[in-house]
């Protein structure tokens, strides 16, 4: 059975994934590129499109997993090893969402900067919900949609008045090469392919998904540019002053009237939705690790959040180096994870038709069960495990 | 692993009761905590200021009622804030902060060296209104308002978005204001608040200062009911900042066609002054902003600044008995009326135009509409632009039917 | 009975005398009792029962009269023929009949004859069908099941006339030998969920079960939970409903309210006044219901977090009035709420307790010296009682889920008075994950919106009209999708030209239109 619907691959491309690139995100953009934020967001957003596209046509070849593809043709030790370090840079790739949720939250839900206490609770939930399946996953993606559509709708749209889009004028003001490395600074906050090399062979690729994905993840990338739009259009040369933008492009269409800041209710609807893509990287890396090592998948959830507490307290004071570290200095690295290997996983472990592995009608090949699969013992209720669809 | 789970559950949950049980950790307690609703700063001696703060005090009843307390001669307004705290023990919070007044003597210098407190905090909202005061912030502040209202609340109705409408006052957010200083003409404008005494009443609202000086603690807040006089406050003129300092003062007039013609005005009431025979008469005339714009176009290597403004007007009354048939006509509008509207509100926009461009304010944003709209042309033009530019004004009133 | 069963199963012989000795060690109480008679020939016979539980009347009138009036007849079978009985069981073992005789069925013996008979006379106090007061209806039926399992499985019979319908019938419990029945129709539930109901009630070891919800509890995958795991009613109408979409059934005897599975969250959601109402109307309802259970959950925790951490939440005027108001609480506002919470739960329970004629001083109570006194002492403020008046309210839109509401409440309170406002994003984001991982036998609870299955949501928040509500749920795994085909003229709201029950050839029209429809 499948542990992924196609329509929950689309709906966390178009809700879940944006979300995470609307805090820090624009301010920081808007400091390197200005006005021309837009672009070096858009090439980005092409070229992890582009790469989502190829993995798409890889889905299409196969049933197995990425591990599974990598076991049959480099070996165990490969798979393993490739398997450690994807786990590796999942756990990088959750630090700085982390961080900017973390200013995010002390900054926008409370009045005086509380205590880390106060933020640590959610190293509780990541434990709890990287113990969980892939298809628990799945499912908060159908619960998160309908929050963020309803909340980011009505943000945007009480900023709207606000908004003067001639601010994004001159186009191409800055020159190609502050947008050029600007966009690359900006690899960080482009994780998604990676993410989805890990779907593969966890959903079943039917007829027409991959213009369902394509179009899920352009509607997200939409959504993400005209936050962008609007954002810089409503601050203009102060933009990059605006560190938590998804709190701070409505408020002046509530602030002065009698019902005060209700945009800040739709603003912890987006945090909700915030909190579950925190999640997705952190899954993962469980899911990696279980591949890798094998074994309970709660102590790998136990270990990822440990270590990611630690490290978030680690930075806590130091926000600025850490997000100039991540950003400026490893983006090899996210280059390399982020687009370098799910593009050479969609090119070079595509299987060829003649060589399309023809599993049991909805049942996963053997080889493709991560280690802890392979051991998990059916339910002793009717003798079988009495799995609900996705 | 499950029964570690348990007992992990269990700890959680004990730790959850502490906190909670304890009430400890980022907790504000609401019973020590000051709510600000407006801070004006004023210049003090040396280059420093005086914060004084308007704290609303709830009664049992639920009542408003505010007290302002001051605190003076701090080199920072956020080191003022701390001394709040620290005289009156009580924790000021500035999220409902709606208002920052600037006292008369803060503009001579950048006002920006207060403003920017409010910029890096992320617990002021820049949303919050910004006025110049006519005299001192302090004075302003301790103003009774003749129909109960806190000064700020009263102050603050006169800055709304309803007030803006109306066209007589220019309001601007610190956002809108921190955005012009930050922009390529590094200009803005604030309306300039005025507090005009009205009568001497018993019970008004609005506050009696307490002092918190530097070197003495009197800490005090007093309640804020006492007897004093009621004031109206006016917004109608528009002080002009370039780089933060105070440069012009609009007129009445004058910020009335710069509303018009630029702001989020649509509707206005204006006077107009037409001889009929030999006589003066003074029509009061509704106008409704249908259409407008203001382009900025290079025409032969010199900038134009086209104002396009189409409006409808009706007579509201005039200073003459009108006739039965003029009575019944009022929404038509006599042509000549019409003519000597478009006139004046040239006259005005003109005028203000001037006065902005004469002391290098760039109250219509021309650097950045060419930054934005002629960037190849903006390196050349930018650095005399405001002398350079020329105005046109393409108006057209008609009458309502 | 001794409940230290041997393991050879003693048999009835011939002997009367042996087998009522027997009986009596078997069954030593004292309300057992031994009704001995003659029959026409002077054989003896006996009948054992259970005072009380047996009806006499029946038993003296159509078992021993007919015999009284004869010959003893010689085999079991001749007994039957005699008697004017239709329930008429053979137990040939002291384990069979005494379970029987302690159900309220008596045993027959007659001397020469081998075995006893079981005769169904059981009678036992029951009340009436009424409607229940869990569950009021407006429009709609009003009956409502009672503790006899015979009649309760009566009222679905009589809704369901199909073939379709079964019974498995279950004893479960050590001592209470309580029956058990799972009901479903045949081709419309998922066999598999049936058969891993009929296991794990079978592999429950309990000395008794007072109530179905110990059922329940043993049909639960995760008994711990705060949520329910099983859906529950007290109504036929709304159980056939629950069926007729694929769910089964489970009745215990001695329990008014029928369990349902699989469950789903959604359901509690609906109300049977939703099928008799507009669907418009319907629509309203549900989306109010989930509104208020948001109310409830959520308002006075926000309040908490609003008050402790982010005022900026409170609008200024609203702030000044519980600033003023809170003035002299000696208590934080986390505890103020959680206090008023606990105060509001003990009212609860004591008004489901109290004696009727005490109703109305514990009411005074409640409102003047908990509401009104105690905030004019300054105790509590006005703000947080409203509050909580409104959260207690609300969650009765949803009567199935006040005791989680309740529970799940104080955590918010606590949580967001502890944490505050991230406090309660969390929680709510732990219970997205506790619930969309959570099952009820291969149906997600949160079905049709986790996973999200278009078709279900027309009879989830929003309630489509009957004619959208063509196929069973999808989330339920039955076989048989169709539950409703419409008749294209009958759509169309043209009528037929032909007089009715006539069509065009002479046929009768409503044949015509089956044969076209199938």
């Known amino acids: 059975m499948h542990k992924l619907n196609v329509r929950q691959i689309c709906f966390w491309l178009a809700a879940v994934?944006?979300?995470?690139?609307?805090?820090?995100?624009?301010?920081?953009?808007?400091?390197?590129?200005?006005?021309d934020l837009l672009w070096p967001a858009l090439w980005n957003l092409i070229a992890e499109g582009t790469v989502l596209?190829?993995?798409?046509?890889?889905?299409?070849?196969?049933?197995?997993t990425f591990f599974g593809l990598l076991r049959e043709r480099a070996g165990e030790a490969a798979a393993r090893m490739t398997a450690l370090l994807l786990a590796l840079f999942f756990?990088?790739?959750?630090?700085?969402?982390?961080?900017?949720?973390?200013?995010?939250?002390?900054?926008?839900?409370?009045?005086?900067?509380?205590?880390?206490?106060?933020?640590?609770?959610?190293?509780?939930?990541?434990?709890?919900?990287?113990?969980?399946?892939?298809?628990?996953?799945?499912?908060?993606?159908?619960?998160?949609?309908?929050?963020?559509?309803?909340?980011?709708?009505?943000?945007?749209?009480?900023a709207l008045p606000d908004a003067d889009f001639s601010a994004l004028l001159p186009v191409f003001g800055r020159g190609m090469g502050e947008q050029a490395r600007t966009a690359l600074f900006s690899l960080p906050w482009?994780?998604?392919?990676?993410?989805?090399?890990?779907?593969?062979?966890?959903?079943?690729?039917?007829?027409?998904?991959?213009?369902?994905?394509?179009?899920?993840?352009?509607?997200?990338?939409?959504?993400?540019?005209?936050?962008?739009?609007?954002?810089?259009?409503?601050?203009?040369?102060?933009?990059?002053?605006?560190?938590?933008?998804?709190?701070?492009?409505?408020?002046?269409?509530?602030?002065?009237?009698?019902?005060?800041?209700?945009?800040?209710?739709?603003?912890?609807?987006?945090t909700l939705v915030l909190v579950i893509s925190a999640c997705v990287p952190v899954r993962l890396c469980v899911h990696c690790l279980g591949e890798a090592f094998g074994g309970p998948r709660a102590l790998h959830a136990a270990i990822v959040s440990i270590l990611l507490l630690g490290v978030t307290v680690l930075l806590n004071p130091a926000f600025r180096e850490a997000q100039t570290f991540l950003s400026e200095r490893m983006w090899p690295v996210f280059a390399l994870f982020g687009y370098g290997l799910p593009l050479l996983a969609a090119l070079f472990l595509r299987e060829k038709k003649a060589h399309r592995s023809?599993?049991?009608?909805?049942?996963?090949?053997?080889?493709?069960?991560?280690?802890a699969d392979r051991t998990r013992a059916p339910s002793p209720e009717t003798g079988r495990t009495l799995r609900a669809e996705n | 692993m499950?029964?570690?789970?348990?007992?992990?559950?269990?700890?959680?949950?004990?730790?959850?009761?502490?906190?909670?049980?304890?009430?400890?950790?980022?907790?504000?307690?609401?019973?020590?905590?000051?709510?600000?609703?407006?801070?004006?700063i004023d210049a003090a001696e040396e280059g420093g200021f005086d914060v004084t703060a308007q704290i609303a005090v709830p009664d049992a009843s639920g009542a408003d009622t505010a007290s302002n307390v001051t605190v003076r001669g701090t080199e920072t307004v956020g080191e003022a804030i701390a001394e709040l705290n620290r005289k009156t023990g009580w924790f000021p919070t500035l999220v409902h902060c709606s208002l920052i007044l600037l006292g008369k003597d803060t503009a001579q210098e950048n006002v920006f060296r207060a403003l920017d407190y409010f910029l890096r905090s992320e617990y002021v909202e820049d949303s919050c209104l910004v006025a110049l005061c006519e005299t001192t912030a302090a004075e302003t502040l301790g103003a009774g308002s003749p129909i109960g209202d806190l000064a700020s609340a009263a102050i603050a109705k006169v800055l709304s978005a309803e007030a803006q409408k109306t066209g007589l006052v220019s309001v601007t957010n610190l956002r809108d204001f921190a955005k012009g200083y930050f922009s390529e003409g590094e200009s803005g404008f604030l309306p300039q608040l005025s507090a005009l005494p009205q009568a001497k009443s018993e019970g008004g609202s609005g506050g009696q200062s307490g002092d918190s000086g530097n070197s003495s603690s009197a800490g005090g807040s007093g309640s804020g009911k006492s007897g004093g006089s009621s004031d109206v406050f006016d917004a109608s003129r528009t002080a002009l900042f370039v780089r933060g300092q105070l440069t012009a003062l609009l007129e009445t007039e004058e910020t009335l066609a710069y509303n018009l013609a630029v702001s989020g005005t649509d509707m206005a009431f204006g006077d107009v002054t037409v001889y009929e025979g030999d006589r003066e008469v003074i029509y009061h005339l509704k106008i409704d902003i249908g259409k407008k714009s203001q382009k900025l176009q290079i025409k032969g290597a010199l900038p134009v600044l086209e104002f396009s403004i189409r409006a409808q007007a009706q007579v509201v009354d005039a200073n003459k008995a009108g006739t039965r048939t003029e009575i019944a006509a009022t929404a038509i509008v006599p042509d000549h009326v019409l003519r000597a509207a478009e006139e004046r509100f040239e006259k005005e926009l003109r005028a203000a135009a001037d006065k902005a461009h004469a002391t290098g304010c760039d109250l219509f944003a021309l650097k950045q509409k060419l930054h934005r709209f002629h960037p190849k042309e903006y390196e050349a033009l930018q650095e005399n632009l405001l002398q350079d530019v020329r105005i046109t004004c393409d108006i057209r009133f008609e009458t309502m039917r | 009975m001794d409940t230290k069963q041997t393991d050879k199963q003693e048999t009835f012989g011939a002997d009367i005398r042996a087998n009522l000795r027997m009986l009596k060690e078997a069954l030593p109480a004292e309300d057992i009792l031994v009704y001995e008679f003659a029959a026409g020939d002077g054989t003896a016979c006996a009948a054992v029962y259970a005072d009380g539980i047996t009806d006499k009347e029946l038993l003296g009138a159509l078992v021993a009269r007919p015999l009284a009036a004869a010959p003893a007849p010689k085999t079991r079978e001749e007994v039957r023929r005699k008697l004017l009985f239709p329930e008429v069981k053979e137990a040939d073992d002291l384990d069979a009949a005494g379970k029987e005789i302690l159900a309220g069925n008596p045993a027959l013996l007659v001397d020469g004859v081998r075995g006893a008979l079981i005769l169904g006379t059981k009678k036992v106090s029951l009340r009436a069908v009424a409607e229940p007061q869990t569950a009021i209806a407006i429009k709609g039926p009003r009956e409502g099941f009672i503790e006899d399992i015979k009649t309760n499985m009566g009222l679905i019979r009589r809704r369901l006339k199909t073939p379709a319908l079964r019974f498995i019938m279950l004893n479960v419990g050590k001592y209470s030998q309580t029956a058990v029945a799972i009901a479903y129709l045949d081709g419309v539930a998922d066999k598999k969920a049936i058969r891993a109901i009929e296991a794990r009630i079978r592999a429950a070891d309990i000395d008794g079960v007072p109530d179905s919800s110990y059922i329940a509890r043993f049909l639960a995958r995760r008994p711990l939970s705060l949520f329910k795991q099983a859906g529950t009613t007290e109504k036929p109408d709304i159980l056939c409903a629950k069926m007729l979409e694929g769910r089964i059934a489970v009745l215990a005897d001695g329990s008014p309210i029928a369990l349902t599975l699989p469950y789903m969250l959604t359901e509690d959601f609906q109300s049977a006044q939703d099928y008799f109402v507009s669907p418009y109307r319907a629509t309203v309802s549900r989306i109010l219901r989930l509104f208020a259970v948001c109310v409830s959950v959520f308002l006075p925790a926000l309040y908490v977090a609003a008050q402790l951490f982010r005022l900026r939440l409170i609008p200024f005027g609203l702030l000044i009035i519980v600033s003023g108001g809170i003035r002299s609480i000696p208590l934080s506002p986390g505890l103020e709420m959680f206090f008023l919470l606990a105060v509001l739960e003990i009212?609860?329970?004591?008004?489901?307790?109290?004696?009727?004629?005490?109703?109305?001083?514990?009411?005074?109570?409640g409102a003047l010296v908990l509401g009104d006194t105690a905030v004019k002492a300054g105790l509590v403020s006005s703000p947080a009682i409203i509050i909580v008046a409104i959260a207690g309210i609300s969650a009765y839109t949803v009567p199935d889920l006040t005791g989680t509401l309740s529970l799940v409440r104080i955590l918010y309170v606590v949580v967001a008075g502890s944490i505050g406002p991230y406090g309660i994003v969390l929680l709510t984001a732990l219970l997205i994950w506790y619930l969309v991982s959570a099952e009820s036998y291969g149906v997600p609870l949160l079905a049709p919106f986790a996973p999200l299955i278009r078709h279900d949501l027309a009879d989830s928040l929003y309630k489509a009209d009957l004619a959208a509500l063509d196929r069973r749920p999808r989330a339920l795994r039955g076989k048989n999708r169709t539950r409703l085909k419409l008749r294209r003229d009958a759509a169309a709201g043209r009528e037929d030209e032909q007089p009715s029950g006539e069509g065009p050839d002479g046929q009768a029209a409503d044949a015509a239109g089956e044969e076209k429809d199938a």
């Open chain 1, 358 to 371: 023809h599993g049991i009608e909805g049942k996963t090949p053997r080889k493709d069960l991560s280690a």
């Open chain 1, 91 to 158: 756990a990088l790739a959750a630090v700085l969402p982390l961080l900017e949720q973390r200013g995010f939250v002390l900054q926008i839900l409370y009045e005086n900067v509380p205590s880390f206490l106060s933020f640590a609770p959610l190293f509780a939930l990541l434990l709890f919900a990287g113990a969980q399946s892939l298809r628990a996953l799945g499912r908060t993606m159908d619960i998160a949609l309908p929050i963020f559509a309803l909340c980011f709708m009505i943000l945007l749209l009480l």
């Open chain 3, 347 to 365: 009212l609860v329970e004591a008004s489901v307790r109290m004696p009727k004629y005490v109703a109305l001083a514990l009411s005074v109570i």
């Open chain 1, 53 to 64: 596209l190829l993995l798409l046509l890889l889905a299409r070849r196969t049933r197995r």
């Open chain 1, 17 to 35: 994934l944006p979300v995470s690139r609307l805090i820090v995100y624009p301010a920081t953009l808007s400091f390197r590129a200005g006005n």
């Open chain 2, 2 to 40: 499950k029964k570690f789970a348990r007992k992990a559950l269990l700890f959680a949950t004990g730790l959850l009761l502490l906190l909670f049980f304890t009430n400890n950790f980022g907790l504000i307690d609401i019973q020590k905590t000051a709510i600000v609703t407006a801070i004006g």
């Open chain 1, 190 to 270: 482009y994780t998604g392919a990676p993410c989805m090399l890990c779907f593969v062979g966890n959903f079943e690729y039917k007829e027409g998904c991959a213009k369902k994905v394509l179009l899920a993840y352009a509607i997200g990338a939409a959504a993400t540019l005209s936050f962008l739009a609007v954002f810089y259009a409503v601050f203009a040369d102060i933009s990059f002053l605006q560190h938590n933008a998804l709190a701070q492009i409505s408020k002046y269409a509530t602030a002065l009237t009698p019902l005060g800041r209700i945009d800040l209710l739709f603003v912890i609807g987006l």
